[in-house]
C-alpha cells in the first residue's frame, strides 16, 4: 500500500492520472506533484477528498490558477493538517 509517491514532472499526469491515484492509494500521505502541469482545480480537489491522511503536498511549477483554486478547497478540507508546497 503505497504512502509516499512522486510523480514530479509527470507530462502526461492529468486530472484523470489523479482520480485513479486517489482510487488506488486511499492512504496516501505525502505526494509530489511539482511540474504536473496537466492537472486542474478539479483533480486536486478529488484527490485530496479521497485522500483523507494526505499530510503533504508538493505542487511546485503546476498551473498557478488551478492551484491557487483549489488551495481553497484544500486547506479548508484538511483545516490545516497538511503541508502545501507551491511556489
Same mark, same amino acid.
Given at each position: ?9 509527470? #507530462? *502526461? $499526469?492529468?486530472?484523470?492520472? =489523479?482520480?485513479? +491515484?486517489?482510487?488506488? /492509494?486511499?492512504? !496516501?500521505?505525502? @505526494? &509530489? %506533484?511539482?511540474?504536473? #502541469? *496537466? $492537472?486542474?482545480?478539479?483533480? =486536486?480537489?478529488? +484527490?485530496?477528498?479521497? /485522500?483523507?491522511? !494526505?499530510?503533504? @503536498? &508538493? %505542487? ?28
Amino acid at each position: 500500500e503505497l504512502r509516499d509517491v512522486d510523480l514530479s514532472k509527470g #507530462t *502526461k $499526469i492529468t486530472n484523470e492520472s =489523479l482520480v485513479a +491515484l486517489a482510487h488506488g /492509494c486511499p492512504n !496516501l500521505e505525502k @505526494l &509530489n %506533484l511539482s511540474g504536473c #502541469t *496537466k $492537472i486542474s482545480e478539479h483533480g =486536486l480537489i478529488y +484527490l485530496t477528498e479521497h /485522500c483523507n491522511y !494526505l499530510k503533504n @503536498l &508538493n %505542487l511546485c511549477g503546476c498551473n498557478n490558477a488551478a492551484v491557487d483554486q483549489a488551495l481553497l478547497v484544500i486547506v479548508s478540507f484538511f483545516a490545516n493538517n497538511i503541508i502545501i508546497h507551491h511556489h
